[in-house]
């Protein structure tokens, strides 16, 4: 799949995922993924950094709230504008991740939230990502989890009906995949106006994962796996399974 179809396709995914979003659907993002993200970040006080793949701004925002001067891009225009439309002060760009508009060397740090796994070429943009980094700068990425993004999977539960493990199956199978779904969490009435989300997703392993870093020139100096504390987890149970198996993967790696 071309990054033109990549873009057909999270065009007509933005509208519905920009009021989920916004509404507090995505538990996930707010409860685990995001703030596990921010704890291993470093310091971006100060620093020029791009983010890509920055959907409708949520996590963009949070970055420029920790000092980050903020270049951000995404392939759809409808997440671009109202990125745009909720934080003018951050410079936000249609375009693709295998060709970076930018010259050697433009950026002291990028971030990718959730965002690397659904392009169409992943090799292609860590290779632009790293190449737009300054000599010592660093990427930091999430991505869904590999073990649990995987073609079979099957929750077990123990004896009082409660899920106590995870079966799963195809962790070796590998390229473009399509899944689609919607927020759990939204509302029921808006589930019902919108059709679920089409996303085609690359299908890859931990160690194919770890190796496309490296084969891009940059090194990886941090790897995290975040889940809910145990206070988190009862205060909100629909994120309480990420105490049991991971659903995201952090890495951060330095020119």
């Known amino acids: 799949m071309g990054e033109t179809h990549s873009g057909v396709e999270w065009e007509a995914n933005a509208p519905a995922w920009i009021e989920m979003s916004r509404s507090g659907a995505d538990c996930y993002r707010d409860l685990v993924n995001t703030p596990g993200f921010l704890d291993v970040l470093p310091s971006v006080d100060g620093l020029r950094v791009l983010d890509v793949g920055c959907g409708e701004g949520h996590n963009t925002r949070l970055l420029r709230e920790r000092g980050a001067r903020l270049t951000a891009l995404d392939i759809s225009e409808t997440f671009v504008r109202v990125a745009r439309d909720a934080d003018a002060s951050i410079d936000h760009l249609l375009a693709d991740g295998t060709t970076l508009p930018f ?9 990718a939230f959730m965002s690397v796994m659904d392009m169409p070429d992943p090799a292609a943009t860590l290779a632009e990502i790293a190449r737009v980094l300054r000599p010592g700068g660093w990427l930091q990425f999430s ?22 493990m995870l079966a799963i199956g195809g962790y070796f199978d590998d390229g473009e995949m399509v899944d689609r779904w919607i927020f759990g ?15 085609t997703w690359s299908r890859r392993t931990v160690s194919s994962w770890m190796n ?28 309480a399974d990420t105490r049991i198996v991971p659903y995201c993967l952090i890495i951060r790696a330095r020119v």
């Open 212 to 239: 496309l870093v490296i084969a891009s020139g940059l090194t990886i100096e941090h790897v995290a796996e975040p889940s809910a504390d145990e206070a988190t987890a009862a205060a909100h149970p629909e994120v």
């Open 185 to 199: 969490a939204a509302p029921a009435e808006m589930r019902e106006r919108h059709e679920p989300f089409t996303i």
């Open 143 to 164: 991505i869904t989890h590999p073990v649990t993004s995987i073609p079979r999977r099957q929750w077990i539960d123990d004896d009082d009906g409660r899920r106590s």
């Open 103 to 111: 010259p050697n060397g433009s950026f002291d740090a990028a971030t």
